[in-house]
């Protein structure tokens, strides 16, 4: 089992073509190979982001998505406050959320805009991540 916080950047993504290294992230949680980690602030992104009229995606299918994703979600309270090595504040509570939830698990920050975030092994891109996605299932 994989813990990842996903940047919305990847959700977006994953939607305009699941067909992709996004889509199979958010297919890996789907499939109960990742566990989401959420909190209440990368919710509202979320829905605030693919609700949207530049993307186009229907409200069913943004409300089916954002239901599966809090359905098999660890909930993380996390502060984002005291972060300045993240520059967007927008970006703040995806890295609170990921270190927070790295002290009691192995989590990942899955983003596609990853020159936002501190370069570290815990932040990777959705092609990174579905090579850690293969090498899991080969053990």
Request: charged share 20%; net charge neutral.
């Amino acid at each position: 089992m994989i813990y990842a916080v996903i940047d919305t950047n990847v959700l977006v993504s994953a939607l305009l073509n699941i067909d992709s290294n996004p889509g199979a992230v958010l297919l890996s949680v789907f499939n109960g190979k990742t566990v989401p980690l959420l909190n209440s602030e990368i919710l509202a992104e979320y829905r605030e982001v693919l609700a949207r009229k530049k993307f186009k995606f229907p409200a069913e299918t943004v409300d089916i998505v954002l239901k599966r994703l809090a359905g098999s979600c660890l909930n993380v309270s996390a502060s984002s406050e005291n972060l300045s090595e993240v520059g967007d504040p927008k970006d703040r509570c995806f890295y609170a959320v990921t270190m927070t939830g790295r002290q009691t698990e192995d989590a990942l920050l899955v983003t596609g805009n990853i020159r936002h975030f501190p370069l570290k092994p815990y932040v990777v891109t959705p092609a990174q991540f579905v090579e850690i996605l293969n090498r899991q299932e080969q053990l």
